[in-house]
């Protein structure tokens, strides 16, 4: 069956360094992957986007990499800093129009 | 620019009552859907529509109905509520195509008791 995974054990890290999360996923073949963030009690909100054919993008202090062999997409925040304490959502096209969303990991910088 | 907006932004329920959540969205997109969400569980497509008149299931449509009768607006109707619907749900918007950025709204609290 189709699954997305994302780390569900919250990721601490020390204010400046750099937060790595991880998006794995199996039996898709998606077409483009999306990186969301979500603050408690709001929406999720649109951060980046990588096609199958990209391997790397860049967004100021953010980067996405997408490895289609390995069937995963590592998340990047550099100089990370505690307002980036957040829970991010990485999302795949299932087929056509629908966006599947893993579960989500909660980053927390620490001052 | 008010991007989407969601009403009512929380609600309870009784077990078998019915009720409508509001979605409008005003940046004329072509594509509208519904999640709801649930701790460890993500995000998870209930309907969803490319256009107006034209909707379709997600991945966990049953006990929910939707209509798109204009671009703008999409509710999500609960039939009969159960315990089950307990959970934040979520009407997101996307340009045309089905491809780029979705748009989300801050959500809808719902407990059915």
């Known amino acids: 069956s189709q699954k997305i995974e994302q780390n569900s054990e919250a990721l601490n890290i020390q204010e400046g360094k750099t937060a790595t999360l991880t998006c794995n996923y199996t039996n898709y073949s998606p077409a483009y992957l999306q990186w969301y963030r979500q603050d408690p009690g709001r929406g999720p909100v649109f951060l980046l986007l990588?096609?199958?054919?990209?391997k790397e993008k860049r967004k100021e202090r953010l980067k996405v990499t997408f490895d289609t062999t390995l069937k995963q997409s590592l998340f990047h925040i550099t100089a990370s800093q505690p307002a980036d304490s957040a829970t991010y959502l990485c999302?795949?096209?299932?087929?056509?129009?629908?966006?599947?969303f893993g579960s989500g990991t909660r980053l927390l910088v620490r001052p | 620019n008010a991007g989407v907006t969601q009403t009512p932004k929380f609600q309870v329920l009784k077990t078998g009552q019915s009720m409508t959540l509001q979605c409008a969205q005003d940046?004329?997109?072509?594509?509208m859907s519904w999640y709801r969400q649930d701790p460890g569980m993500g995000l998870r497509l209930i309907h969803y529509?490319?256009?107006?008149?034209?909707?379709d299931q997600g991945e966990v449509p049953n006990g929910y109905n939707v209509s798109r009768s204009t671009t703008e607006d999409f509710p999500l109707r609960l039939l009969s509520a159960a315990p089950s619907q307990t959970s934040v749900y979520f009407c997101a918007s996307q340009r045309a195509g089905g491809l780029g950025e979705l748009f989300f709204g801050e959500g809808s609290r719902l407990t059915v008791l």
């Open positions: 990588i096609r199958e054919n990209e």
């Open positions: 999302a795949l096209e299932g087929s056509s129009y629908k966006l599947i």
């Open positions: 940046m004329n997109h072509e594509y």
């Open positions: 529509s490319v256009g107006a008149g034209i909707t």
